[in-house]
């Protein structure tokens, strides 16, 4: 299966919560999860009570969507987290937040995770003075993830970071300087952090089965 291409707003709706898809529009009155109640389609309001299989896939693919990976990979980072000692779904939700296409859009270097992954493959970025064009790169505790020092890659994120209705970037990353922009990780993720309504070990009860 391709990626998807179709309206986001409508997965925001299957979801039930905001998967931030669209960058600033995701925190205005434009919001489809403002504007529109219920599941897109024709029958929404005929759907029965959701079983616990249904709930626990829910839960799956709101972090999928939310990150924009697909299944083959998610299943990836939970094989990587079940090796890890301690609590698997806390372990995956850490692997997940510390993408880099997910850190370039915490430190509003983007406006959302799509457009993160565009400025990455681009080769927008560096990390550690070097460019990286992976979206799924993992980034670790002392990383530097910057701009590249040239004026379109820096006014492509200098005006993500002067965007109104700007999420707080979290506690894990500090934003180092503006201009250029740069930030810097400063420890690993917990999932304390992560910018979602989501129940890991639900996540964990499905794919242990």
């Not at 993830?145 to 993500?160: C, F, G, M, P, W």
């Not at 894990?172 to 400063?186: A, T």
């Not at 639900?202 to 089965?209: A, K, T, W």
Request: some cysteine.
């Amino acid at each position: 299966m391709g990626r998807y291409t179709g309206p986001v707003c409508r997965l925001c709706r299957r979801e039930g919560t905001n998967l931030y898809l669209k960058g600033a529009r995701c925190y205005g009155n434009k919001c489809a999860i403002v504007r529109r109640d219920g599941v897109p389609g024709m029958h929404q309001f005929r759907r029965g009570k959701a079983s616990e299989y249904a709930i626990r896939l829910r839960e799956k693919q709101k972090v999928k969507r939310f990150y924009g990976i697909f299944e083959r990979q998610f299943r990836k980072y939970y094989a990587e987290a079940n090796r890890k000692t301690g609590n698997t779904g806390d372990a995956l939700m850490s692997l997940l937040e510390r993408r880099l296409d997910n850190v370039v859009a915490r430190l509003q270097f983007a406006a959302s995770r799509p457009q993160a992954r565009q400025f990455i493959r681009h080769g927008h970025i560096l990390v550690n003075g070097k460019k990286v064009d992976i979206p799924s790169y993992l980034v670790k505790p002392g990383d530097q993830v910057s701009v590249k020092n040239r004026e379109h890659s820096r006014n492509l994120a200098i005006e993500n970071t002067q965007a109104d209705f700007l999420p707080p970037v979290p506690d894990w990353l500090d934003r180092i300087s503006n201009d250029p922009p740069e930030g810097r990780v400063s420890r690993l993720p917990s999932v304390q952090d992560v910018g979602l309504p989501v129940t890991p070990q639900l996540i964990v009860e499905l794919l242990s089965r």
